[in-house]
């Protein structure tokens, strides 16, 4: 069974802080691994997509890692700002779909 | 280039009725992903389609549920008899290509409320 575990649920942390999203796969036979972005009441936004034949992408303040033999893709925030407040999503992409982690909720308080 | 559009944004249904859901993907765009987000829950994949076929539908429910993508407009998500554990957000996601090398381009869904 394709599973996405995203750890921790939740974290609340001061301006400034860098900070690490977990995101674990069961089945590696994965097309890509992608991080979004969900603010309340909103639509998903595609922060860095992986392809399965890279390790890492980073788009300026956030860089994120993909390890396709142990299952584990990470998402680093460098100097945390409120603004990031939001929920982030890991989705791995197996052919036809995209499978959903259940989501980190990151609070940045200022 | 605008984006995926989806309306209605809010859809409220009573029990029996019926919801039509619209997508319309984005400009190039040939493949359509539904998938729904329950409360309190991640989002789950419905169904995949492209002009005029569905290519993927594990994710439906066996009932009431049927989606279709014709040549002309939007891709259309239909719900008939609805209950209340239909009450969810539904987001339809387009891609110029299948697979690895094109990312999904999610619209901002519509929240369907059950009464």
């Known amino acids: 069974k394709q599973e996405v575990t995203q750890i921790p649920a939740a974290l609340s942390v001061p301006e400034g802080e860098n900070l690490v999203l977990n995101c674990s796969f069961t089945d590696s036979a994965i097309y890509n691994l992608q991080w979004f972005r969900q603010d309340p009441g909103k639509g998903l936004t595609s922060l860095l997509l992986?392809?399965?034949?890279?390790r890492e992408q980073t788009s300026g303040r956030l860089n994120a890692s993909l390890d396709k033999s142990s299952g584990r893709s990470t998402l680093y925030i460098a100097a945390s700002q409120p603004g990031d407040s939001a929920t982030y999503l890991c989705a791995v992409e197996y052919g036809n779909k995209l499978v959903f982690g259940a989501g980190t909720i990151l609070r940045v308080k200022s | 280039n605008a984006g995926v559009m989806q309306n209605p944004r809010h859809l409220v249904r009573r029990r029996g009725q019926e919801a039509r859901l619209r997508c319309s993907p984005m400009k190039g765009h040939s493949h359509v992903y539904w998938y729904r987000q329950l409360p309190e829950e991640g989002l789950k994949f419905m169904v995949y389609?492209?002009?005029?076929?569905?290519?993927?539908e594990s994710g439906m429910p066996k009932e009431r549920f049927s989606a279709e993508f014709p040549k002309e407009g939007p891709s259309i998500l239909r719900i008939q008899q609805v209950v209340r554990g239909d009450s969810a957000a539904y987001f339809c996601a387009s891609s110029a290509v299948q697979g690895a090398t094109d990312t999904q381009y999610f619209g901002p869904g519509t929240r369907l409320t059950v009464l």
């Open positions: 389609l492209q002009k005029e076929n569905i290519i993927d």
């Open positions: 992986i392809q399965s034949s890279q």
